[in-house]
């Protein structure tokens, strides 16, 4: 865990964990549960005019009259300690809270971490979080999309050539939802997401290698891919007993 950034989903939130990998030289960034009240200890930045000063207040009570931008504070939370021989002991911790206000979504998001501000702005603690999304979205087109939903075998020399071939299929997908992007500057990226991309892809991407070879002056036939669907529909178990030979007998 040591100088390692993981990236907390709420179903893993727990202070006991952010604790341990602070204890054990890593850094991490989670979103605040909505009923998180922490105690503000300090604030990492000042913001001009009549704001409110709120060290010593929970943090709920901030969030009702909240109006600057930016909220980058130091909280204390408490909570209890895994049990052992029967006793359950209780901590108390300190870690850096950031809330920034997201225009598009008219709300505020509120991020938990131990990364100092010396090392990330408060607006690059909630950039950092977002790459757990992208992250999440990588793997969902990988199993929904390139098969890497249900590997149907227990052969490792197979599984790693099925891992293979659906990230080999997610670059090459990749580089022309890239090209793409930049043909297309002006169509917005909320409507034009990898993720939709990749269906269009799986669907056109026959169409794209018959493209693709013409273009390399290697032109597909209809006596080639005859001789190709012949040659797969061979069954090679030719001895194995049918359960229904009787019916059609």
């Given at each position: 865990?040591?100088?390692r950034?993981?990236?907390?989903?709420?179903?893993?939130?727990?202070?006991?964990?952010?604790?341990?990998?602070?204890?054990?030289?890593?850094?991490?960034?989670?979103?605040?549960?909505?009923?998180?009240?922490?105690?503000?200890?300090?604030?990492?930045?000042?913001?001009?005019?009549?704001?409110?000063?709120?060290?010593?207040?929970?943090?709920?009570?901030?969030?009702?009259?909240?109006?600057?931008?930016?909220l980058?504070v130091?909280?204390?939370?408490?909570?209890?300690?895994?049990?052992?021989?029967?006793?359950?002991?209780?901590?108390?911790?300190?870690?850096?809270?950031?809330?920034?206000?997201?225009?598009?979504?008219d709300k505020?998001?509120?991020?938990?971490?131990?990364?100092?501000?010396?090392?990330?702005?408060?607006?690059?603690?909630?950039?950092?979080?977002?790459?757990?999304?992208?992250?999440?979205?990588?793997?969902?087109?990988?199993?929904?999309?390139?098969?890497?939903?249900?590997?149907?075998?227990?052969?490792?020399?197979?599984?790693?050539?099925m891992?293979?071939?659906?990230?080999?299929?997610?670059?090459?997908s990749?580089?022309?939802?890239?090209?793409?992007?930049?043909?297309?500057?002006?169509?917005?990226?909320?409507?034009?997401?990898?993720?939709?991309?990749?269906?269009?892809?799986?669907e056109?991407?026959?169409?794209?290698?018959?493209?693709?070879l013409?273009?390399?002056?290697?032109?597909?036939?209809?006596?080639?891919?005859?001789?190709?669907?012949?040659?797969?529909?061979?069954?090679?178990?030719?001895?194995?007993?049918?359960?229904?030979?009787?019916?059609?007998?």
């Open positions: 865990m040591k100088d950034i993981p990236l907390i989903d709420l179903g893993f939130y727990k202070y006991q964990m952010f604790t341990r990998i602070k204890e054990n030289g890593g850094y991490f960034v989670s979103r605040l549960k909505s009923n998180a009240n922490p105690l503000i200890i300090e604030t990492h930045r000042t913001c001009r005019g009549r704001s409110i000063d709120v060290p010593g207040m929970h943090l709920q009570d901030v969030l009702k009259d909240l109006k600057r931008q930016v980058d130091e909280v204390e939370v408490k909570f209890s300690r895994r049990a052992y021989r029967g006793k359950e002991k209780k901590e108390i911790e300190r870690f850096r809270l950031v809330e920034i206000y997201n225009e598009d979504e505020y998001h509120l991020y938990v971490t131990n990364i100092s501000p010396e090392l990330l702005e408060p607006e690059e603690v909630a950039r950092l979080y977002g790459a757990r999304w992208e992250i999440e979205i990588l793997f969902k087109e990988l199993k929904s999309r390139y098969a890497l939903d249900m590997v149907p075998t227990s052969n490792p020399q197979v599984i790693e050539a891992i293979w071939i659906a990230i080999l299929t997610l670059i090459i990749r580089k022309i939802y890239k090209v793409l992007r930049a043909i297309n500057p002006e169509v917005k990226m909320a409507r034009f997401t990898t993720l939709r991309w990749s269906n269009i892809f799986t056109n991407a026959s169409s794209l290698l018959a493209i693709v013409s273009h390399m002056g290697l032109e597909t036939s209809l006596k080639a891919s005859l001789e190709f669907s012949m040659s797969e529909a061979v069954d090679p178990h030719v001895t194995r007993k049918r359960f229904t030979e009787e019916w059609w007998a």
